[in-house]
């Protein structure tokens, strides 16, 4: 069972800004909105791109290599070529640290 792991702390990111991080030796970003984190893997459903290099504009990150996107907030596929979601993982915030807790694979 997994659990909330430390991922980042707050003064790394900023809003609109995304991040790249490994957790639990696993890659995904973490994104700030406002005041809200949210967490995706580092992985396009289309054909496996990496998201963390793609445009990050409102609650979508674009892939960098057919331009799929995803909802930052869920993970849902939010257009072609992708039809399937990426995966979503849970964030929360103690004090400085923003923390991740990877979903069941
Ligand atoms: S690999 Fe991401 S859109 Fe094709």
Do not use: W
């Not at 596929?77 to 923390?99: F, R, W």
């Amino acid at each position: 069972m997994s659990e909330f792991i430390k991922a980042a702390t707050r003064s790394e990111l900023s809003s609109g800004d995304k991040l790249l991080v490994e957790v639990d030796d696993q890659l995904v970003i973490l994104f700030q909105v406002g005041d809200d984190y949210f967490c995706l893997d580092d992985v396009c459903t289309h054909d496996g791109g990496t998201l963390s290099d793609g445009e990050f504009e409102g609650f979508a990150i674009a892939c960098p290599r057919h331009g799929a996107k995803f909802d930052v907030r869920c993970g849902k596929a939010l257009c072609m070529p992708a039809t399937q979601n990426t995966g979503s993982h849970e964030v929360k915030v103690d004090g400085d640290d923003i923390l991740v807790k990877l979903a069941d694979a």
